[in-house]
């Protein structure tokens, strides 16, 4: 017997349905929305330009807006994977082509479903591996990931678009309702029903939320076994990059430290000797990363407007950051003239009233409220106003 490719009239499945399709396929929706929107936040807050202003209030912001980021897209995978396999025999449709109309129609609806569907799994597949810190690619990863998550939700948009019909009668008609069935969709038998199914979409969706949440929400961190960060860390934070990795070692050991704060022409070096005695102040500040992960301390350092007016810097003028390592694309970074004169913002020195360690940024890093981790520069060594 000659095999040929399945057929739609194959799939007699009655959960296969767009009673549930419609169900699992709007939390979705809401789920790619809401993770959409926070990596909005979180692109834009480590890209600084004049027409999006981050706020240094509140303090927590970024690390609300991450961990929903997170959560959202966590909580979508299971969610694409069961919606898939609701609307897979759709694949396999028998093509118009005979009816012009109808073939163009169809052709413009599976090619927004595939970029869709190829978009949201890249996303989500990425989005999953950049949490653990593993980049088996060689693309920049928040370029890409930014570039995608438009296409992504563009192509959402059309998909709703052309479905609303069917998705506003499915949410009018029962689930187990049978008025939208394909004509071979086999009458339901002992097993689970389509409410169950539903059901279970959206605890798996919850429970996977759960068992990575940890990494942002403290009270979840004993029972999320996928939490990539517990807490954990020397001096009780965590650190994604360490001194070693980051090849500072000898420098920001090096006897011959000193800290440089120029504006313009004028500069001021500061020993770390000179630097600890300055005055000094405490903020209980969150740090977190765009890992999801979060953990707040009590950090005590030099008020950072306070060292810049040491060298005369004008009142508006950003700073430029410049860190110790050699290399990588955060070692210099701009901190917006809000950041510089808040009053919680510290070139921080203290960590829980310990001298940082060395991977947490020793002699000095920046801790600035509602800032990405990793704008939060460690291992600093110049201070720029810029011009």
Not at 75 to 94: G, M, R, S
Not at 105 to 132: C, D, Y
Not at 301 to 313: H, K, P, T, W
Request: charged letters at 15%.
């Amino acid at each position: 017997m000659a095999l040929r490719p399945p057929r739609e009239s194959d799939f007699t499945s009655h959960l296969r349905s767009p009673a549930v399709a419609a169900r699992v396929g709007t939390v979705l929706g809401i789920c790619f929305g809401l993770c959409f929107l926070t990596g909005l936040v979180s692109h834009w807050s480590q890209d600084p330009n004049p027409w999006f202003f981050v706020p240094t209030r509140p303090t927590w912001g970024y690390r609300l807006t991450q961990g929903l980021h997170v959560a959202s897209g966590t909580a979508a995978i299971p969610l694409l994977l069961i919606k898939l396999w609701t609307v897979y025999p759709k694949l396999f449709a028998e093509t118009p082509w005979r009816d012009l109309r109808r073939l163009v129609l169809t052709g413009l609806e599976r090619a927004s479903i595939g970029v869709l569907v190829a978009a949201g799994v890249f996303e989500l597949a990425t989005g999953l591996l950049n949490t653990t810190q593993w980049y088996p690619w060689q693309f920049h990863f928040r370029a890409t990931h930014y570039a995608v998550g438009w296409l992504a939700v563009g192509s959402l948009l059309v998909h709703v678009a052309v479905k609303l019909p069917i998705i506003r009668d499915a949410w009018r008609s029962d689930v187990e309702s049978t008025a939208q069935d394909r004509p071979t969709t086999a009458v339901a038998s002992s097993g689970i029903t389509r409410r169950g199914l539903v059901v279970t979409a959206y605890l798996s969706a919850a429970v996977a939320v759960v068992a990575s949440a940890g990494s942002t929400v403290p009270l979840l961190r004993r029972v999320s076994v996928f939490g990539v960060r517990s807490g954990g860390g020397p001096q009780g934070v965590p650190i994604n990059k360490s001194a070693r990795a980051a090849r500072v070692t000898a420098l920001a050991t090096s006897a011959d430290y000193a800290l440089e704060l120029v504006n313009g022409d004028r500069t001021v070096r500061l020993t770390v000797a000179e630097l600890v005695a300055l005055p000094r102040h405490t903020s209980g500040l969150p740090i977190a990363c765009v890992e999801g992960w979060s953990a707040h301390g009590t950090w005590d350092g030099v008020r950072m407007r306070d060292l810049m007016d040491m060298v005369g810097r004008p009142a508006g003028a950003d700073v430029v950051v410049r860190s110790l390592q050699p290399s990588g694309p955060y070692r210099a970074t701009l901190l917006p003239h809000s950041f510089v004169e808040d009053d919680l913002t510290l070139l921080a020195t203290h960590l829980d009233g310990e001298r940082l360690s060395l991977d947490h940024g020793f002699p000095c890093r920046v801790i600035a409220p509602n800032r990405p981790g990793v704008l939060q520069t460690k291992w600093v060594h110049r201070l720029e106003v810029r011009a």
